[in-house]
């Protein structure tokens, strides 16, 4: 499975099924989280078979059901578009191995996750992660013109694909609340108010360069 094709077929998943996550699969998994730390300087870790933090029976958190394995994200503060950006690597990476997942800011029982943190980082979020009882399905996006804008000329083929899988990144209660600029070569994205809105922001960003697949751009910062 490509990145594209994973990126069309994840969808957020909140019931799992019992089956467990083998040694190979995990290994595999372990190794793209080891290679974001490495990457990001992040702390991010793979909690496996602890039910505790999505609850059980009459304790269930949110409408997740069956959840006995996640990922936290430890990091700094600041860190947040990071966050996002290589949580997301993390996402699409367990969507190739057949694994679904679900980012989640509220819906869990902070109390109950089983983390370590360093001096000076926090949890800055968790993904549920396991095999879905059911693959998740697709939901309403923002057009791509309400999303981004064309400083000048037309659109180029290869931004309007790049918009195309950042119409399908998740976000916090599915708000979009970014745009894309496009000016010239250079693409600068923009967090508007929201919720979690940074971690998003890192999350579409991984989509689009995805999206954009070899085309030529430099992403220019908000401050330039
Ligand atoms: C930063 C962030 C926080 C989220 N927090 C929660 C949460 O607390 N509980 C939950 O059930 N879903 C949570 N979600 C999942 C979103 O609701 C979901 O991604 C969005 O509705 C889009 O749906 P999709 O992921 O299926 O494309 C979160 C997603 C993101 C990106």
Redesign the pocket.
């Known amino acids: 499975m490509t990145l594209k094709e994973a990126i069309v077929q ?3 998943v ?1 019931k799992y099924t019992d089956k467990k996550i083998d040694e190979a699969t995990a290994a595999e998994l372990q190794k793209a989280i080891d290679e974001c730390n490495r990457h990001s300087g992040l702390n991010i870790q793979l909690i496996l078979n602890e039910p505790e933090a999505f609850g059980s029976g009459m304790a269930k958190y ?3 059901e069956n959840c006995s394995n996640y990922i936290a994200i430890v990091g700094k503060k600041g860190d947040d578009e990071k966050c ?1 950006y290589y949580g997301e690597k993390i996402v699409l990476r367990a969507q190739q191995l057949g694994l679904n997942t ?7 029982n902070k109390s109950k996750i089983s983390y370590k943190a360093n001096r000076g980082e926090k949890l800055l ?1 968790v993904i549920a992660l396991g095999y879905g009882q059911t693959p ?4 309403p996006t923002k057009s791509t013109e309400e999303l981004s804008k064309i400083v000048k000329g037309e659109m180029p083929g290869w931004f309007s694909e790049a918009m195309e899988a950042v119409k ?7 708000q979009q609340k970014f745009l894309f600029v496009l000016d010239g070569n250079e693409v600068t994205a923009k967090t508007l108010f929201g ?2 809105a940074k ?2 922001l890192g ?1 579409a960003k991984y989509h689009f360069e995805i999206g954009a697949g070899d085309a030529h751009f430099v992403w220019k910062s908000v401050e330039d």
Not at 168 to 174: D, E, G, Q, S
């Open positions: 994840r969808h957020s909140r949110g409408s997740f996002g679900c980012w989640v800011a509220l819906t869990v979020i998740g399905h697709t939901r399908l990144a998740p976000t916090a209660i599915n919720f979690y971690i998003d999350i």
